[in-house]
């Protein structure tokens, strides 16, 4: 869907700021770009869109060189949120919402039938909120809206500059609950930055891990960090090493591990696609039920931790 | 007794007038600002893409801002003339820098993300500026406006001194006539235009910002209407036009009396005497009120018309000092007198055309022309006391401070300072009276109205003998300020309606009621 070819960008004579950067993102993939500040990852996304031209190397978006089509055509297939929202503030809500459509030309009940949609699914009441100043928002409902415009003309392809960046801690946790719940993004090509680990392993199908403009890895979460590619990879993940293996690890991936148990009467269960992390939040209380491929099994705190160790060896 | 005229009285006779130059001035208000607004928000947007022009521009903007205005009016003449179109390219130039300036400010200080924002959606240039940078840039433009307009509302008042009207006209007519109702008859309802339009602006300004967009598109059609006024007025034309300055236009040895003594109405303009010469020149009018010894009648090939009537009063000038001046230096008014009936009008048309438009030093042409009357003495000792030589700051006043400091120098051992350049009649006056200065060349006819504020009735029965009023003001003067006048120098500087003098000619006018006959016969 996404194709980068030996990108390189530099603003002056020092270091490049993309230093030939080569990678693919599949259909319906989130690939996130994580690093820390400065090395590149919003440089990354906006020569995607061509706010930014690459000094040398092609990308590719749908199989299309980007250059072929005017700027103004390939971005209105291209949601782009930003960190601070960008939203206009002389616009409504829902003129905010409608501003690709509009551009797009289509028609006005189609454009007001789209946006009450959006909002009611990014959970905005739009008899409270469609004729609402953006400044008379929250922080996270401005975050919303911003992504209900990126999403309004159904762009087959994301890209998300720290979307959560400037929310706190608490608001961010919920947004991103939300955006991993929403369907409008399950079936999109998405390319997300942050230099948040924990984001990167909660929401990448794969984690794309930049240091100066460079590629350090790109792998899958587990991937990262049972091979990492090279020291800096393996000193980047250090600090929260146990934390992101349990949100990296699904419970199926333990499946071999765990006990088997068997006893009616638990009847909360558990998806197995679900995280270790959220696995042990779950369990604090009361053992759970789990299926996975015609076979049931309780898990316990003590019986997860166990099937953990032994996955770890 | 006559009961003092208020200034309700000044606005319920002058209404017609009021109304006229108040829409005057507002038209010429906004035409300028509505062109600076169609020039301005262009140029400001362009600079806000091309940031290395903005230094250029902005600077060029600036520059014009600082030319005082009535140089910048003056500038125009030669280029555009006289009347409106002068004095409307002159405001548009005043109003230009705001606008431009607060449009490129404004487009700057728009947030980056929403830019950002905007064009990663895929808004177009257009659709960017006409979307995002104008309308949030709006209060901003709008503030530039403003400051606009009201600065404006203040130039157009000196329009009055180029006959493009407004209430500039009472202003400087009060100003020069000392009437301070008419003074305030222009002055007030300026200020009140100004906090009018300042404030309907700024109610326009802090509408809400969904609104303005509608506002972008009814704000000029609002401008386009007001501009219009300046049209409105301008219904009566007749074939000749005149152009009078605004002290000429209210006083009775002036515009008033031609009207009721001699029953001349004609198309005139509010000119300031700076400029009238060289309009009349150049055919922009075709009669002037001047003064009949200015340089300029000469340089421009003009001819003064005979005040056949007598409405304007002599101005015969005299040296005068105090009496205690006299006794102190007895060997002065000899030497003073011997000046006395050797310029007549046309010799000191002559003398003022060397230092007014030839430029020449007035000390050499002051010398040559004492050395042509073989009056010129070398310097004697200087050491018995100084004698200091004061005079207004225009036309003969130079040329006369410079000929009676050779004549002390010459035919005494007094020694002599010139103090040139003191304002107006006031402050020479009593720059004598102070003894600061020691004497100055007066006019018998400005002594009469202006420093003695003779009454209507005995002004009247003199004015038309000019023996009559040196006779008077000089008694006058003796009692109530013990100042002598010695013998008039010869000149009539007067007031004078003149023409070019190839009209004159063609049409035999050569006086005031020869001009009323023509001027009535062809309207
Ligand atoms: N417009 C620009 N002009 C000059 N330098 C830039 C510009 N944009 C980014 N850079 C530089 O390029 C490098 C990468 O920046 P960026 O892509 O914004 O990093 P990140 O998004 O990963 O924090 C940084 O060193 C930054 O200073
Ligand atoms: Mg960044």
Redesign the pocket.
């Known amino acids: 869907m996404i194709k980068l070819d030996h990108v390189f960008k530099n603003?002056?004579p020092q270091k490049n700021?993309v230093n030939d950067l080569s990678l693919e993102v599949a259909d319906g993939e989130t690939l996130v770009l994580l690093?820390t500040?400065?090395?590149?990852?919003?440089?990354?996304l906006r020569m995607i869109n061509r706010l930014l031209e690459p000094d040398s190397g092609h990308i590719y978006v749908n199989g299309k060189e980007i250059r072929q089509l005017a700027p103004e055509t390939l971005r209105r297939t291209i949601g782009y949120v930003l960190q601070n929202t960008g939203l206009f503030p002389h616009y409504t809500v829902s003129e905010n919402i409608a501003i690709v459509p509009s551009l797009l030309q289509w028609d006005k009940a189609t454009i007001q039938q789209r946006v009450i949609t959006l909002m009611d699914k990014l959970r905005l009441s739009p008899a409270e909120y469609a004729n609402a100043w953006p400044q008379q928002l929250s922080g996270g409902q401005q975050q919303r809206v911003g992504l209900a415009r990126a999403l309004a003309a159904d762009p087959p392809v994301m890209l998300m500059d720290e979307p959560f960046g400037a929310l706190d801690p608490l608001t961010r946790i919920s947004v991103r609950r939300e955006f991993k719940a929403l369907d409008e993004l399950s079936n999109r090509t998405i390319i997300l930055?942050t230099h948040d680990v924990e984001e990167a392993f909660e929401l990448g199908s794969r984690i794309c891990l930049m240091n100066e403009g460079t590629i350090q890895q790109l792998g899958t979460p587990l991937e990262l960090l049972r091979r990492p590619a090279n020291e800096f990879v393996a000193a980047f993940l250090a600090p929260q090493r146990l934390q992101l293996e349990l949100k990296a690890l699904k419970i199926k991936d333990l499946w071999a591990w765990l006990p088997h148990q068997h006893s009616p009467g638990y009847t909360t269960t558990l998806s197995a696609d679900q995280t270790c992390w959220e696995a042990m939040e779950a369990v604090i209380s009361q053992p759970i039920l789990v299926q996975y491929a015609q076979e049931q099994k309780i898990l316990d705190s003590s019986g997860l931790m166990q099937a953990i160790a032994a996955w770890k060896n | 007794m006559e009961t003092k005229e208020t200034l309700f009285d000044f606005l319920q006779q002058q209404s017609g007038k009021l109304l006229e130059q108040t829409l005057t001035h507002t038209g010429l208000t906004f035409i300028s600002v509505l062109l600076a607004v169609a020039i301005g928000v262009p140029a400001g947007i362009f600079i806000s893409r091309r940031k290395k022009l903005s230094g250029l521009v902005l600077g060029f903007a600036g520059v014009m801002q600082t030319i005082p205005s009535i140089a910048l009016l003056g500038f125009m003449i030669p280029l555009l003339g006289i009347g409106p179109k002068p004095a409307i390219v002159a405001l548009f130039l005043y109003a230009l820098l705001p606008i431009i300036r607060n449009t490129y400010t404004g487009i700057q200080g728009v947030d980056a993300t929403v830019i950002e924002a905007a064009t990663g959606m895929g808004m177009s240039r257009r659709q960017l500026l006409y979307k995002v940078q104008l309308p949030l840039a709006m209060p901003v433009i709008l503030a530039g406006v403003r400051t606009a307009t009201v600065i404006n509302v203040g130039v157009a008042t000196l329009a009055a001194y180029i006959a493009a009207g407004g209430l500039g006209e009472f202003i400087f007519g009060g100003i020069a006539l000392n009437n301070t109702n008419m003074m305030l008859a222009g002055a007030i309802p300026a200020a009140l235009l100004a906090i009018l339009f300042d404030w309907l602006l700024s109610l326009l300004q802090h509408i809400n910002i969904r609104k303005t967009r509608k506002m972008v598109y009814l704000l000029p059609l609002i401008f386009l209407v007001l501009s219009s006024f300046y049209l409105l007025p301008d219904t009566y034309r007749g074939k000749m036009l005149a152009g009078f300055t605004p002290e000429f236009m209210g006083r009775k040895d002036g515009y008033l009396g031609l009207r009721s003594v001699y029953g001349l109405h004609m198309r005139t303009l509010v000119i300031s005497d700076m400029i009238m010469y060289k309009a009349a020149y150049e055919k922009k009018l075709d009669v002037i009120s001047g003064s009949s010894t200015d340089g300029r009648v000469k340089a421009f090939d003009l001819v003064v018309l005979e005040d056949d009537k007598h409405i304007f009063p002599p101005y015969y000038a005299a040296p005068i000092l105090r009496n205690a001046t006299l006794t102190k230096y007895p060997a002065l008014a000899p030497a003073l007198n011997r000046l006395a009936g050797r310029i007549n009008d046309s010799i000191m048309t002559e003398l003022n055309y060397r230092v007014d438009y030839l430029k020449q030093n007035p000390e050499t042409v002051a010398r040559d022309f004492l050395r042509s009357q073989h009056l010129l003495q070398p310097a004697g000792s200087g050491t018995e006391g100084t004698i200091r030589i004061g005079s207004k700051i225009f036309g003969d006043g130079y040329i006369l401070a410079s000929i009676y400091k050779m004549l002390i120098e010459g035919y005494t051992n007094y020694a002599a300072v010139t103090k040139t350049g003191l304002g107006g009649t006031k402050i020479v006056f009593d720059a004598l009276t102070n003894d600061q200065i020691d004497l100055y060349p007066e006019y018998t006819g400005t002594g009469l109205l202006v420093l003695l504020e003779t009454p209507q009735h005995i002004t009247d029965s003199i004015i038309g003998d000019k023996q009559k009023v040196y006779n008077y003001v000089s008694q006058a003067f003796k009692k109530e300020f013990d100042i002598v006048w010695l013998t008039p120098i010869g000149f009539n500087n007067t007031y004078a309606l003149m023409m070019r003098k190839t009209d004159a000619e063609k049409w035999h006018i050569n006086n005031i009621s020869a001009l009323t006959d023509f001027v009535n016969k062809r309207q």
């Open positions: 603003f002056g700021a690093g500040s400065g090395c590149g990852k919003t440089t990354t930055v």
